[in-house]
């Protein structure tokens, strides 16, 4: 089942998450919705908070992205032995991120029509738990591990707009505005503050 997207300006996409247990209600449910809501939406990635639920978990698609580009940009934004992934993240910690930094523009299904430069390190480390509670922790690199950092910054309560100078900020202020107000069209459900 589809779920509307929140839209930024609500208060939860503001919010820290909470960790699940195993036993979290309807979990498999939860997990079909989110990658049918994403999939609809032609995102990389979502989390929780973006469907109202302020619980750490959150998906990453970045197979789909891999195989969308030619050989030249999959040499550029992902490592020759880059494992691309579709994976579910629960309770997610990054635990190490990498002293290189890469820049490179991000967009957000909760930000419509907007997208920004944002520097974030290359290669990250995280400790998290699989769809089957199974602890798992794993080093990424490139643009999966962009993805998953954008992700995981949406169970912490950071949105990518956290780490744009004030001054892009405050250009992008009547955009968000209409955003928060509903004042957009969007091909997929979205619930407005």
């Known amino acids: 089942m589809q779920r509307p997207i929140i839209a930024y300006g609500h208060s939860i996409l503001k919010q820290k998450c909470n960790d699940i247990e195993k036993d979290y209600p309807e979990l498999d449910k939860l997990i079909a919705d989110m990658w049918e809501t994403m999939e609809n939406a032609n995102g990389c990635g979502l989390a929780s908070p973006q469907i109202g639920l302020p619980i750490r978990l959150f998906i990453v698609d970045s197979k789909t992205t891999f195989e969308n ?26 635990i190490e991120r990498s002293a290189e930094l890469w820049e490179d523009d ?34 990424f690199s490139g643009t999966t591990a962009r993805m998953i950092q954008h992700e ?41 503050v």
């Not at 030249?72 to 993240?89: A, L, P, R, T, V």
């Not at 909760?110 to 080093?139: C, G, H, M």
């Open 69 to 94: 580009l030619d050989e030249q940009d999959q040499g550029i934004y992902f490592e020759k032995n880059d494992s691309c992934i579709k994976e579910i993240f629960i309770n997610a910690k990054i």
């Open 152 to 192: 995981y910054d949406h169970t912490e309560g950071i949105l990518y707009l956290d780490y744009l100078k004030p001054l892009t900020k405050k250009l992008l202020e009547g955009k968000l505005k209409k955003i928060a107000r509903g004042q957009i069209k969007t091909r997929y459900p979205m619930k407005f």
């Open 106 to 139: 991000e967009g957000c299904l909760s930000i419509p029509e907007l997208s920004q430069k944002v520097k974030r390190p290359w290669t990250i480390t995280i400790a998290y738990y699989n769809k089957d509670f199974v602890l798992q922790r794993k080093t």
